[in-house]
């Protein structure tokens, strides 16, 4: 079959076995391209994608990297891995255990990690949260020198008040905690900054909603900052209370990305 084409009129286009063409002029209903030259795509410079009605693109047409579920397209066609902001690292449940435990977490990988306290709990009531430090992953605890101050703000009668030490055996995170379970707890987070750099010492700030267990007040919000007292490199930490077991609750670490 010869197929003649007039790029002026293609209302001449014809074949010597007569081509079939649609109902306007210039529509081909179909023709046979074996024996064509193959198409250069360069040559095609104004396909409207609208025009696309079904198929695909392949990815390698998309740009350069690799595409994957963890990667996306970015806008100078390459192909980039999406950053977290928090990457989450391990999670502890507590159940009447005398401490929760969280080794092998702290690393030279992130800077700073968030520590989120989920309606902590303890077996016996008015107590204080305390927490420790470790630079043998817990094979022992640093108790000496934690300096720390903490803001609280309560609701009930005795207003506001300040705890703090600059040399204290542990650090104190919060007061007169409450051992009913459905009043919440303690729920917040703490940050922790710089744990296994030596260049600096490992500084802390929290932020809790605590149930107090005193008799007079109902509950706190308390805002804290400190530090371990020494230069040292700290990969785990504990949290316990000063009397009785941690009844429930939960805790989970992320690290955050540097950035």
Not at 89 to 105: F, H, L, P, W
Request: glycine letters at 10%.
């Amino acid at each position: 079959m010869t197929i003649r084409l007039n790029p002026a009129d293609l209302s001449q286009t014809r074949s010597d076995l007569g081509l079939t063409i649609g109902t306007s002029n210039g529509n081909v209903i179909a023709a046979d391209a074996t024996g064509l030259p193959a198409i250069n795509g360069s040559q095609v410079t104004a396909l409207n994608a609208s025009n696309l009605g079904s198929g695909t693109v392949p990815t390698a047409r998309l740009g350069s990297g690799t595409a994957s579920g963890t990667t996306f397209l970015a806008g100078d066609q390459t192909y980039k891995a999406v950053a977290a902001g928090l990457n989450h690292i391990t999670t502890v449940t507590a159940s009447d255990v005398a401490s929760i435990d969280i080794n092998s977490t702290l690393t030279d990988t992130y800077n700073a990690y968030l520590v989120t306290l989920h309606n902590l709990v303890p077996a016996s009531n008015n107590v204080e949260m305390q927490a420790l430090f470790s630079s043998d992953n817990g094979s022992s605890y640093i108790t000496s020198n934690y300096q720390y101050v903490y803001k609280s703000f309560y609701l009930g009668p005795s207003g506001d008040g300040n705890t703090e030490s600059t040399g204290n055996s542990y650090l104190s995170l919060a007061n007169s905690c409450n051992s009913t379970a459905a009043d919440g707890g303690t729920v917040g987070q703490i940050f922790i900054y710089s744990p296994t750099d030596t260049t600096y010492r490992t500084s802390y700030l929290w932020d809790f909603n605590s149930r107090m267990g005193d008799g007079s007040n109902y509950r706190q919000r308390i805002t804290g900052a400190g530090v371990v007292g020494s230069n040292t490199d700290n990969d785990a930490f504990q949290i316990k209370y000063s009397s009785g077991n941690v009844a429930s609750g939960t805790v989970r670490v992320y690290g955050i990305t540097n950035s």
